[in-house]
Each structure stands twice: as C-alpha cells, then as structure tokens.
C-alpha cells in the first residue's frame, strides 16, 4: 500500500530517432569542418606540390627562412642549389621552396627539335 506503481518504465519508444539527433551536431560540425579547413588545405598543398615539380634552374625562389634566391641546379629529387649572391650558394631542401617569385623560360632548342623540318625540293 505504501509502494507506488512505476510508470516511467512504459516510456522506452523512439530510441534510433534519438540517436540521430544526437550525432547530427557533430556532422554537420565535420562538414563545415571538411569545407572550411580540410578542402582548402588540401588543394593549396597539391598547388605546392605542382610548383615544385615544375621547378627548374634559373627559377628565382623564396625559402620558408625567407631567403631570396636563384635555383642554380637541381642536385636530387629532395634537395636544390639555390645561388643567394654572386658566388654564394646554399643547398635547401626543396619542400622549404615557398613561393617561385619569377620563371624562366624554356630552351629554345627543345621547341626547334619537336618543328617540323623544311621539305626539300624534288
């Protein structure tokens, strides 16, 4: 008589629904997230990436110390001589290459073997 029925136990519907609404914050923070932050990253590195592929000598670069150079030759796939003055010439890892300030153009000579030759008289 003194014990009082217990109703709240009847109450255990909708548990999948709940559950969604639960995560559905914390998906939309990783799509902002991946929008915002992730994607941009992403594509200024493979622009990074592609800038240093494209690198070769006579290049004028900027190094991530904020050094200001001429690439003087490509010694391996890692590293590069960079000519800071006359004379002066450092070896810099290629990945600290920050930004090329200005290219150089291709050999000409590469471009006269790909024309095609005169055709002779008959």
Do not use: C, W
């Amino acid at each position: 008589m003194f014990v009082s029925p217990a109703y709240a136990q009847a109450a255990a519907g909708g548990g999948s629904m709940g559950a969604l609404e639960q995560f559905l914050p914390l998906i939309l923070i990783f799509v902002v997230f991946y929008f915002l932050l992730i994607r941009p990253q992403q594509k200024k590195m493979k622009q990074h990436k592609e800038m240093l592929g494209q690198l070769r000598r006579g290049d004028r670069v900027v190094t991530a110390g904020g050094i200001i150079g001429t690439v003087n030759k490509m010694l391996n796939d890692a590293e590069v001589s960079v000519e800071i003055a006359e004379g002066v010439r450092v070896r810099v890892l290629r990945t600290t290459i920050t930004e090329v300030l200005s290219k150089t153009e291709p050999v000409a000579g590469a471009k006269d073997e790909t024309a095609e030759p005169e055709k002779a008289d008959k």
